[in-house]
């Protein structure tokens, strides 16, 4: 019988597990005041709360909900306030969102190499880097570059990861974005949210995802003299209200998988081919990564487990120096924008040609874990792999 079966539930990614009537007490309460415009009222929004709820959670002192997290990166680039052009330093392993937020905002993305854990490796920057963006990929809580004067971290995939310092994943560079997507931490279905500690970094950030404007709760947008063009990423109420909703169990979330992480740890194979993949103290523990021996043993290790309806995953699909939009300097526009600029840009910073990375995401696989299980059934989901990969 498979895991599932045993189980008598679907594993879903992470806060999906947490979805649940009795518990959408802020949804409610938007459709029984019947808003869902985030300036409908002169009062705190359910935006405004979850904007406020994530800072305290987070430490940032200032927060913006948008759309997703591309929109995020997004703002977070244009408020630099760039030429079009200008290079952003970004990770070799990451998703291609990324790379679409820098063309998107008319800027060259140039993928660098990371380190043995995926973490950009910052000795590779040039010594003029103006703009990079860090990726905590898979939880892992990567190092920041120094002396940048911007340093976006995307922590789509780390709400709630610490740092050895203290702080919190997207606190402490520039800017930090989060993505509520289906398949992160927390889920509504779409979702992003913005945080950086300056505060007219933030004014900007508002000013441009609201058309330019300097809207007040309450009123139709109003103009200030020094306006610029904007878009529109301001969220509604509905959404905001399931990420309210999200984060009253970030908590359960993040001790959930700390809890399965240490007793799938104990139940792994003694195997000299199959590794654990250390992680750090503050870590988000949404999987295990297993360092095995050979591709093959990867592809058959995926195989096994997913006859066993065991999710697992890779890297591959985030390697971006390989990606045809890179690989081809991909545009929808006639002259090629923004890669017409780049022609003598680096397409690419590594010391052997990835040949390193290439090795390691070879050899990389993730197992994730499973949040929302009471302890008795994380042993068993725990016993499950450590079966499917002693059959190896
Ligand atoms: C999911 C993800 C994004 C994009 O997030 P969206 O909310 O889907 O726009 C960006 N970067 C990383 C590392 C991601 O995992």
């Known amino acids: 019988m498979t895991l599932e079966k045993r189980l008598g539930h679907r594993v879903l990614p992470y806060g999906a597990n947490f979805l649940d009537w009795s518990d959408m007490t802020e949804l409610r309460h938007a459709v029984d005041h019947g808003i869902l415009f985030r300036y409908q009222t002169e009062t705190e929004s359910l935006a405004d709360r979850l904007e406020r709820t994530a800072g305290e959670a987070l430490g940032a002192g200032h927060v913006l909900a948008v759309h997703n997290c591309t929109e995020a990166l997004r703002l977070a680039l244009v408020s630099t306030r760039p030429k079009v052009g200008d290079i952003v330093h970004i990770s070799a392993i990451t998703f291609v969102a990324v790379a679409g937020a820098v063309l998107a905002t008319g800027l060259i993305p140039v993928p660098v190499d990371v380190d043995e854990n995926f973490a950009l490796d910052a000795s590779l920057l040039p010594e003029d880097a103006r703009r990079v963006i860090v990726a905590h990929m898979e939880g892992a809580v990567a190092p920041l570059p120094e002396g940048v004067p911007y340093v976006i971290e995307d922590a789509a995939q780390a709400l709630g990861g610490t740092f050895p310092d203290g702080r919190r994943t997207g606190t402490a560079g520039y800017a930090g974005t989060f993505s509520f997507h289906h398949n992160k931490i927390l889920t509504s279905g779409e979702g992003g949210l913005l945080v950086t500690n300056d505060r007219a970094a933030w004014e900007v950030m508002r000013c441009y995802h609201d058309h330019g404007s300097a809207r007040q ?14 878009e529109n990423f301001v969220t509604s109420e509905g959404i905001a209200a399931i ?7 970030l908590d359960r979330v993040l001790s959930g998988l700390e809890r399965h992480y240490a007793i799938a740890v104990q139940e ?7 590794a ?4 750090s103290a ?20 995926v195989a096994r487990l997913t006859e066993q309806s065991l999710a697992s995953w890779t890297f591959d699909k985030y390697f971006l120096p390989e990606h045809p939009v890179l690989t081809g300097r991909r545009s929808l526009y006639a002259d090629g924008f923004p890669w017409n ?3 003598d840009q680096p397409r690419s910073l590594s010391r052997d040609g990835f040949a390193r990375t290439r090795s390691l995401l070879d050899r990389t696989l993730f197992v994730p874990l499973s949040p929302e299980l009471p302890e008795a059934e994380q042993v068993v989901a725990a016993k499950a792999l450590r079966k499917t990969l002693e059959t190896l």
């Open 341 to 343: 600029l780049a022609a």
């Open 276 to 279: 654990l993949l250390p992680r």
């Open 268 to 274: 792994l194979p003694d195997r000299p081919d199959i």
């Open 217 to 230: 709760h309450g009123r139709y947008p109003t103009w200030h003299d020094d306006a610029y063009y904007g």
């Open 282 to 301: 503050g870590d988000v523990k949404t999987s295990l990564r297993l360092r095995v021996a050979s591709r093959e043993l990867r592809d058959a290790a």
């Open 243 to 249: 990420q309210l909703q999200q984060f009253r169990h």
